[in-house]
Structures are given as structure tokens and as C-alpha cells.
Antibody, heavy 118, light 108 residues
Framework: QVQLQQWGAGLLKPSETLSLTCGVF????????WTWIRQPPVRGLEWIGEIHHSGSTKHNPSLKSRVTISGDTSKNHFSLRLTSVTAADTAVYYC????????????WGQGTLVTVSS | SYVLTQPPSVSVAPGQTAKITCGAN??????VHWYQQKPGQAPVLVVYDDSDRPSGIPERFSGSNSGNTATLTITRVEAGDEADYFCQVWDSISDHVVFGGGTKLTVL
């Protein structure tokens, strides 16, 4: 059973860069899509973007210019960078796995609360 | 952009049936997935591709999708089912993921 474990800084100041990494354990990095999703304090989920093991990426248009998603197949992990953060980027950030050929997220990381505050 | 509309809240007594809807234009043409999220936890996939269940999810959870509405049905509701539920699709036109706003299920 694939398990995802994520880590990264939880407190940022406005204009700083958010950086999170998600490790993939108990399964192959190849053949799947690796995704970042966030959840602001009031309930809703927002898809940030994803990377395929081949290196191709997709991003939410609302965040695209600030987002970089990268992967390291040799280390079985993938990362999120979000530049120029503001208070509106305060959220719990999740990594997740979308199997090839499917559009549902079958495995999720534990979540990381990122707070942006001066 | 494609918008999924869920009721903010649904309440049901234990042992009864809960129905949570997800509405959107022609959603019946898409594959709909449902997630359960309990406080402080990551979401868990409970129904995928409209009506399939991942292993380990009780048969009490089922889904349907037709026309402009997808529905998650939970039969014989238990106190432990109290959670937020989100629907999700892949919007092929914009080529990205869309989530519904979520429904809080309260077990009375």
C-alpha cells in the first residue's frame, strides 16, 4: 500500500516562497500522477497541480504563474514551490497520488498546515 | 470554468439513509469521485468512477450519476459517518481537477 509522507516549512512571511516535499513509500513513483491539493481554513479543496513520472506537469490556471512542481524519481519524492505567498495562501497542503488511467486520488499525505503571516 | 454545487449540510438520524448531491451541467457525462474527510484528517476516497468502492469501504456507501446530478448515498448511517464529503471530477475542457464545495454530514 502506497504511503505518502510530506514535510516542509509551516510558517512563512508574505512574499516568501512556500516549499513542500512529498515522499512516496511502499510503491513505485513510475506510472502515476503526483498531485498537490490545498484546503484553506474554511472547508473547500483546491487542486494546485500535478506531475507525471515522465516529468510533464499541469497546473491550476489561477496559480500557474507562481507554482512549480518537480519530481525526483531516484529519491521517490516530488515537491511544490509557490512563490510570493500572501495570507490567501494560508491552508493545509496535501500531496496525493492519481493512478495512471484514473482521475481519482487514491492516496493522500497527512497534510501540512502552512500559515502566511507577518 | 466547471462548477460543482453541493448542499452545505445534510442531517440524518442514525440508521437512516443520507443522500448528498453534487450538481453541475451534464455531470452525468463525467466520472465523479467522492471523498470523506473527518476533522483534522486527510480526505479518504469512498466512491470512484460514479459508483465503485475502493477496498475497505463499506457497502453502505454507494454512488450514482445521471443528467445534471451525482449522488452519494450512505445507508444505515452511523455516528462515525459524520464528516465532510466532497465530490470531484476531471474537467476535460480546462484539463484540470474540480472539487465541489463540500457537504457537512451531521448524524443527529
Amino acid at each position: 500500500q502506497v504511503q505518502l509522507q510530506q514535510w516542509g516549512a509551516g510558517l512563512l512571511k508574505p512574499s516568501e516562497t512556500l516549499s513542500l516535499t512529498c515522499g512516496v513509500f511502499g510503491g513505485s513513483f513510475s506510472g502515476h500522477y503526483w498531485t498537490w491539493i490545498r484546503q484553506p481554513p474554511v472547508r473547500g479543496l483546491e487542486w494546485i497541480g500535478e506531475i507525471h513520472h515522465s516529468g510533464s506537469t499541469k497546473h491550476n490556471p489561477s496559480l500557474k504563474s507562481r507554482v512549480t512542481i518537480s519530481g525526483d524519481t531516484s529519491k521517490n519524492h516530488f515537491s511544490l514551490r509557490l512563490t510570493s505567498v500572501t495570507a490567501a495562501d494560508t491552508a493545509v497542503y496535501y500531496c496525493a497520488r492519481r493512478p495512471h488511467g484514473r482521475t481519482a486520488f487514491e492516496n493522500w499525505g497527512q497534510g501540512t498546515l502552512v500559515t502566511v503571516s507577518s | 470554468s466547471y462548477v460543482l454545487t453541493q448542499p452545505p449540510s445534510v442531517s440524518v438520524a442514525p440508521g437512516q439513509t443520507a443522500k448528498i448531491t453534487c450538481g453541475a451541467n451534464n455531470i452525468g457525462s463525467k466520472s465523479v469521485h467522492w471523498y470523506q474527510q473527518k476533522p483534522g484528517q486527510a480526505p479518504v476516497l469512498v466512491v470512484y468512477d460514479d459508483s465503485d468502492r475502493p477496498s475497505g469501504i463499506p457497502e453502505r456507501f454507494s454512488g450514482s450519476n445521471s443528467g445534471n446530478t451525482a449522488t452519494l448515498t450512505i445507508t444505515r448511517v452511523e455516528a462515525g459517518d459524520e464528516a465532510d464529503y466532497f465530490c470531484q471530477v476531471w474537467d476535460s475542457i480546462s484539463d484540470h481537477v474540480v472539487f465541489g464545495g463540500g457537504t457537512k454530514l451531521t448524524v443527529l
